[in-house]
């Protein structure tokens, strides 16, 4: 099945920094997520993205497909947005199989 | 107010009970998914389901069952052959080919 690579596994902040995290995946895909999951266990979705650039605030988001890699930028950072980020994909032969990558541990320090 | 709702938030249990969980949501959604999280880990497919009367295991299913009978509820039984079932448990849902994934907030299952 699809395989979902995250980088870096770990990164610490100070506060009003900016940082790039990384997916990469193995096959073509047809969905393509990006998730924070808060201190509590709650998963936000915040950005649906299998192709392009969106942008919602502070965050940002570009996948491209044809190279396999999707990107998610985070500017001006606060202590409100550490907790875990979490890439998901489906496709190659499992286009209904929603795989998550095993995340990327933001800490943002005052 | 749409969303997914599980239940409970937490849930002790003896070894060699089996337990269900409770997963429903109002979205409208065709398709429901369970994910498996362990401590500092990522979270792993138990089983999903596109469509009413229809589900296919995940990566991790062994010691799982589930049921699809209504579009709204789709509810997982954590088996006593199970062998490490203390995790937290997440539900999610989507429209069909999956599209964007919505959340509940979890279950925190302890078996002692």
């Known amino acids: 099945g699809i395989q979902v690579e995250q980088s870096p596994p770990d990164l610490i902040l100070q506060e009003g920094a900016n940082s790039t995290l990384r997916c990469n995946f193995s096959d073509s895909v047809n969905n393509l997520q990006w998730f924070h999951q808060n201190p509590w266990g709650q998963l936000i979705n915040l950005f649906y993205?299998?192709?392009g650039t969106k942008q919602n605030g502070r965050l940002s988001a570009t996948t491209v497909a044809t190279e396999r890699y999707s990107l998610l930028y985070i500017s001006s950072s606060q202590t409100t947005d550490s907790g875990v980020y979490f890439c998901a994909v489906s496709g190659g032969t499992s286009y209904d199989k929603v795989i998550f990558g095993p995340g990327t541990s933001l800490s943002v320090i005052p | 107010d749409g969303g997914i709702t599980q239940s409970p938030k937490y849930l002790f249990r003896k070894e060699g009970q089996n337990v269900t969980l409770s997963c429903e949501q109002n979205l409208n959604h065709d398709a429901m998914y369970w994910y498996r999280q362990d401590p500092g880990q990522g979270l792993r497919l138990i089983y999903y389901s596109q469509i009413v009367n229809d589900f296919q295991k995940g990566d991790i299913a062994e010691g799982y069952s589930v049921s699809r009978e209504k579009k709204e509820s789709f509810p997982l039984t954590v088996t006593s052959a199970q062998k490490n079932p203390t995790a937290f448990y997440l539900c999610?849902?989507?429209?069909?080919?999956?599209?964007?994934?919505?959340f509940g907030p979890g279950t925190r299952l302890t078996v002692t």
């Open positions: 993205i299998p192709s």
């Open positions: 999610a849902s989507s429209t069909r080919r999956p599209g964007q994934q919505y």
